[in-house]
């Protein structure tokens, strides 16, 4: 794969890539208008395909912020056409690494020593590229080490590149006025906290520490005196991506174990710590060999505050979904209904929440979940298609919910994702027992 020698840091240069790449998707638009023209019968996925590529392209060369949206949205299946899902995917594996003079220029200016002068041995090529660093192998004292670099100017650009990626964004999801800013707000201090690799160290430190009751999971050592601001070393972990694995012929039995174990840690995070690994792409998550879960990379840490928590989880109660009341206090205190809101929305939004919470907390209404259910996935994509088509949901302020969903519904999507690859039945309440350790 190619290398690159320079990513874009400056405002200019970086909206100056994404003008070219809007005029691109205008030409792939002219193009299947005129298409249109001849065979008026023509759908869309020529299209979709031709500008999923120039947007990926455009994006991968930028790296950072704007590449880390890509991923994010890779994740939302039902939001996006198969095409955008699909090449968007390839930024959590696969984009452009670093060349070599650029990586030692790294290491030298955040640990003031080159990659030779640190490690007894330092593969120059990286093993992973993605969308804030990329990952290099290296040995020292007889381990196998992993050492993330951050792509320069990430940090320094995050501002600029959302402020460049608003405007897109508020149209895309019929955002209305000010209130949009903190749904902004919350994604930039995330992805600011997720380049600040000194933070990453600490977290990983602490909830790896935490979470080792939990059987079946290993978590790297980190590295501190070989780690810095924008370099984070640990153990090099032996396995295959979570994403490789589900493709292999496992036994329902394994696929269940492994299932206990992601639903375990991630119950006992949001329960026990009450805050949570927010970012559950099959790249961060390998089986081993001895076809334990490995989990590595907790840059994106959501905390949860008790005002968003008990509101949150009393939703996911079947009981106060029923109870008229209780669900109406729950939904103001989640800020999805407003005092601006009419009657007529009021009863509309309501009918609405019912159905998802319903659907989305059903799992915590059983004993036992079956993750590979079809009957789940069905109605969830049912519902997806039902409120991407509805004009009156179009029609209205989609300013609603507190900014704390963003990271919550990315944490359980991905996930139910997760566990729906695995095609796990789980135990729901398996987690309890760890919470006292």
């Not at 939703?315 to 029923?322: D, G, P, S, T, Y």
């Not at 029609?395 to 969903?405: A, D, L, P, T, W």
């Not at 990271?407 to 135990?427: E, Q, V």
């Amino acid at each position: 794969m190619k290398t690159l020698d320079k990513i874009p840091t400056g405002k200019i240069e970086r909206a100056s890539k994404l003008v070219s790449t809007g005029a691109k998707i205008g030409g792939n638009y002219l193009k299947y208008f005129g298409k249109k023209l001849v065979n008026p019968e023509l759908n869309r996925d020529e299209l979709n395909e031709d500008n999923a590529g120039d947007l990926y392209d455009g994006l991968k060369s930028l790296k950072g912020s704007a590449l880390k949206v890509a991923q994010m949205l890779s994740m939302e299946k039902n939001l996006l056409p198969t095409a955008y899902v699909e090449k968007f995917s390839l930024s959590q594996f696969s984009v452009p690494p670093l060349s070599a003079p650029l990586v030692r220029k790294t290491f030298k200016k955040y640990l003031d020593k080159y990659p030779e002068e640190l490690f007894d041995t330092f593969e120059r090529d990286s093993i992973n590229a993605a969308s804030i660093g990329q990952v290099h192998k290296a040995t020292k004292n007889g381990k196998e080490l992993a050492v993330k670099i951050q792509y320069p100017g990430v940090a320094e650009s995050i501002s600029s590149d959302l402020a460049l990626v608003k405007p897109i964004a508020i149209r895309m999801f019929n955002l209305q006025g000010k209130d949009s800013d903190k749904y902004f707000k919350e994604i930039e201090n995330k992805l600011m906290e997720e380049t600040n690799y000194n933070l990453e160290l600490r977290q990983s430190k602490e909830i790896t520490e935490k979470c080792s009751v939990i059987p079946d999971l290993e978590f790297p050592k980190y590295y501190e005196a070989l780690s810095s601001e924008r370099i984070i070393t640990m153990d090099w972990m032996r396995g295959r991506h979570l994403s490789e694995f589900a493709k292999t012929d496992f036994s329902q039995e394994l696929g269940n174990r492994l299932g206990q174990t992601l639903w375990n840690f991630y119950m006992f995070q949001i329960h026990g710590l009450r805050k949570v690994h927010a970012d559950p792409h099959p790249g961060n998550f390998l089986v081993s060999e001895e076809n334990t879960l490995i989990a590595i990379d907790f840059g994106c840490i959501k905390e949860i505050p008790d005002a968003f928590y008990v509101p949150y989880f009393d939703l996911a109660v079947k009981e106060n979904i029923e109870n008229d009341t209780i669900f109406t206090e729950r939904l103001e205190e989640l800020e999805m209904l407003g005092p601006g809101d009419s009657p007529k929305e009021r009863k509309f939004m309501k009918k609405l929440f019912k159905e998802m919470f319903t659907l989305f907390s059903s799992p915590f209404n059983d004993v036992h979940f079956d993750f590979g259910s079809e009957q789940f996935w069905d109605g969830i994509n049912d519902l997806g298609q039902r409120l991407s088509k509805d004009p009156e949901v179009r029609r209205m302020n989609s300013n609603r919910g507190s900014e704390h969903f963003l990271y919550m519904s990315r944490t359980f999507f991905g996930l139910y994702n997760l566990l729906h690859d695995l095609k796990a039945t789980i135990r729901v309440d398996s987690f309890k027992k760890y919470l006292s350790k």
